[in-house]
T-cell receptor, first 112, second 115 residues
Framework: KQEVTQIPAALSVPEGENLVLNCSFT??????LQWFRQDPGKGLTSLLLIQSSQREQTSGRLNASLDKSSGRSTLYIAASQPGDSATYLC???????????FGEGTQLTVNP | GAGVSQTPSNKVTEKGKYVELRCDPI?????LYWYRQSLGQGPEFLIYFQGTGAADDSGLPNDRFFAVRPEGSVSTLKIQRTERGDSAVYLCASSSQPGLAAEQFFGPGTRLTVL
């Protein structure tokens, strides 16, 4: 059974810092990995999707990497801003179109 | 609308009652998913539809939970004889044709509270 772990559970940083969020998964046979952002009381917003054949994806200040063989992904946020404060979730998909298995998330607070 | 919509946004019910939660996916998306999220946890999979049929319902916790998607668009999640442990946020997601590394796009969720 696939298990997804995110470290740290919570992170508080001053504005402007670069930071890394970690995600690990136990079964390396995945189709893709997706990073999401969730604001309090809201649904999930997709940030980046990395296919299993890819090693990284970038969108603005966000960069996500994937090392499938070691079962790890990282989300790098450059020059963090207070508006980045949210919970970040990673999720893996085993086969195309199948369920997502989520980690418990990292709650990020960026202090002005 | 452009995104996934869910109604109601909040539902408060009493233990033992029946509830229906509705999901309206992005137009043209053939795949539809239901997840459940408890406080402080990541979402947990419930059921996945491809078109009108349930392709994977292995996440439904018991036979009190049932979902339909009769015309391949809107889906309804039905919970019979609700229990306090059913209290959670129920999230719906949709994606375009599988096989294209399609992202799942999520709705805002329905917060269900069973008193």
């Amino acid at each position: 059974k696939q298990e997804v772990t995110q470290i740290p559970a919570a992170l508080s940083v001053p504005e402007g810092e670069n930071l890394v969020l970690n995600c690990s998964f136990t079964d390396s046979a995945i189709y893709n990995l997706q990073w999401f952002r969730q604001d309090p009381g809201k649904g999930l917003t997709s940030l980046l999707l990395i296919q299993s054949s890819q090693r990284e994806q970038t969108s603005g200040r966000l960069n996500a990497s994937l090392d499938k063989s070691s079962g790890r992904s990282t989300l790098y946020i450059a020059a963090s801003q207070p508006g980045d404060s949210a919970t970040y979730l990673c999720a893996v998909e085993k086969t195309s179109g199948s369920r997502l298995t989520f980690g418990e998330g990292t709650q990020l607070t960026v202090n002005p | 609308g452009a995104g996934v919509s869910q109604t109601p946004s909040n539902k408060v019910t009493e233990k033992g009652k029946y509830v229906e939660l509705r999901c309206d996916p992005i137009s043209g998306h053939t795949a539809l998913y239901w997840y459940r999220q408890s406080l402080g946890q990541g979402p947990e999979f419930l059921i996945y539809f491809q078109g009108t049929g349930a392709a994977d319902d292995s996440g439904l916790p018991n036979d009190r939970f049932f979902a339909v998607r009769p015309e391949g668009s809107v889906s309804t999640l039905k919970i019979q004889r609700t229990e306090r442990g059913d209290s959670a946020v129920y999230l719906c997601a949709s994606s375009s044709q599988p096989g294209l590394a399609a992202e799942q796009f999520f709705g805002p969720g329905t917060r269900l509270t069973v008193l």
